[in-house]
């Protein structure tokens, strides 16, 4: 009998000497901008001695015939290199794909968050839910968040802790539900977000390291992630009614738990909000109607959803346009906004809040140029889908492979962008040389980019959500809330998988030219 608790309490201690050593290892990691600007100057570094190398590799062609590809890495302390840099310092900036979408994007979406106007919505749509349904609809409502930012983050995680504790259910089984929805299954949705013009920036400017006139289309993965939002609410609705909560239950709430009443709506509020949602309407009429004729000048040779046709070139246009202007209205109703001047003054707060993105924009646009000029790129692809073809495991071992490896480096680097500048110029590559479209691997890293991040204390908003569970228990830590959320990150990253190899193997479509094979030339 005595030696079980003595097993117990060894095995927690090899579980808190791990995550010591995760947070540990984090803390070493610098800022994102100074860990992009120490990897261009590595990568400047390796070029030197291996320009004076060949390389070359043997991969077989869509016709299974083998084809041996040299490869050279250029110095980049070369006086030609350098120029190049000195001349075009500027462009490789203000021209870095995802760079003028994101802030595009985030200027309009940011205007509905800061007025109110996105709170509100999210408010109302887990106020009128039934009891028997709280659980889906809260994890609904924190992956429909993901439209606005970090709004999840801020509204739905401590709403969803009022809203289980007025239904007589443990208040930190909310913040659970919410915060899985919300982090977890960060890159499921319905709605196309910044998120989405992100990705396709940085994956199409990877791709282009092999193919430089591949286009990715902005909603290449918006089927997968739209069907695989109802998914994980299943998925995460028995994590947390059957495995989370009933273990929580056995924690008793503190006695002077800081307990908060559900704020409701004002009438104020919902009258604005309404008339917003109607003129949000009015404005998606307004692109539908003039998208309706087969003649539109938004279609190209008849398509709305090419690459080339204009509505997909318009999105980020549009999801300006679709928020600003309703955030605007809501904000002059309630009260927010009392003259014009005061739109800029958001406009300005919302700038000053992407500052930090600005800054490791500006040196992940270099550390990809320079990835792109040594000729790195290409070079590590090539060996990689080399050594992959040896190994013969096939395209869907590769992609389990490479979204394991993405989940794991999720841990220490929490910035989905961060991360994927990072990764993006060597998977995209490597597995298009082995015959994997660029698409396919942006869902595949879009499922490992989610699913560890809850479980890691690196992540921006993790000592945010313990500070709600110390709300309702003071004892929390960052080890209890990991322990928590760890059912959710198995879950969902076990069940994604087989949902993403399931919905390769029937052939649905990823999104809209969401290929799946690439046909190296």
Known sequence: MGEQPQMQDQSKGLINKFLNGIEWVGNKLPAPALLFFYSMLLIMVISLPLSYMDFSFTLTNSSGESVVQTEKVYNLFSAEKLLYFLTDFVRIFVTFAPLGVVVVGMLGIGIAERTGYVNVALQKLLSITPKKLLTPMVLFVAM???FAADAGYIVVIPIGAILF??????PVAGIAAAFAGVSAGFSANMIPATNDILLQGITQ???RIVDPEYTVNVLSNWAFGSASVFFLIAVGWFVTDKIVEPRLNRTKIDDDAQVEEHKEVTAKESRAFWISTVVMAAVLAVF??????????????GSLTSAGAPLMKSIVAIIFI????????????VGYYKKADDI???LTENMKDMSSFLIMMFF?????????????????????????QNMNVGPKTTVVMAILFIAFINLFIGSASAKWVLLSPILVPMLMHLGIAPELTQAAYRVGDSTTNIISPLMTYFALVVVYCQRYIKTTGIGTLISIMIPYTIAFLISWIIFLLIWWGLGLPLGIEGHY???PS
């Open 165 to 170: 504790y007025a239904a007589g259910r443990h």
């Open 344 to 346: 800029i003054t958001s």
């Open 144 to 146: 429909l968040s993901h």
């Open 205 to 207: 400017s990877a791709a």
């Open 517 to 519: 094979y690439y046909t």
């Open 288 to 301: 539908v109607i003039w998208a309706y004729p087969t003649d539109s000048l938004l279609r190209y040779e």
């Open 322 to 333: 679709t928020f600003i202007i309703p955030g605007i209205v809501y904000g002059f109703l």
């Open 364 to 388: 992940c646009a270099f550390f990809i140029e320079a990835f792109t000029q040594s000729g790195l790129g290409r070079l590590i692809a090539l060996a990689g889908a080399e050594t992959l």
